[in-house]
């Protein structure tokens, strides 16, 4: 059974910091590379952030030198560090690996 269970979503003032976790089980999670993806209302899920199985990573630029993925392969875990948060960040943020997705969890930057 897949399972990716996202946490960490929640409201922030512009220019906060949020910390998203994805714990993941049911397949092997060291040799998949894993993702954040988010979708903005009315639009299409896009690609934010991935980690590779060697710890190389990859932004989209719109997150670049605020956003900082990582992951813990001894807890199965992938998250996504936050900071200086704009409202243009608001979105519903998934976990994304090789076999599947996470249901998502509701980022919101406002004051």
């Known amino acids: 059974q897949v399972q990716l269970v996202e946490s960490g979503g929640g409201s922030v003032q512009p220019g906060g910091s949020l910390r998203l976790s994805c714990a993941a089980s049911?397949?092997?999670?060291?040799?998949?590379?894993m993702a954040w993806y988010r979708q903005f209302p009315g639009k299409e899920r896009e690609f934010v952030a991935l980690?590779?199985?060697?710890?190389?990573?990859t932004y989209v630029d719109s997150v670049k030198g605020r956003f900082t993925i990582a992951r813990d392969d001894a807890q199965k875990t992938v998250a996504l560090q936050m900071d200086s948060l704009e409202p243009e960040d608001t979105a519903v943020y998934f976990c994304?690996?090789?076999?599947?997705w996470g249901q998502g969890t509701q980022v919101t930057v406002s004051s």
């Open positions: 994304r690996a090789p076999v599947g």
């Open positions: 980690i590779d199985p060697l710890g190389g990573t």
């Open positions: 049911g397949f092997n999670f060291n040799s998949a590379t």
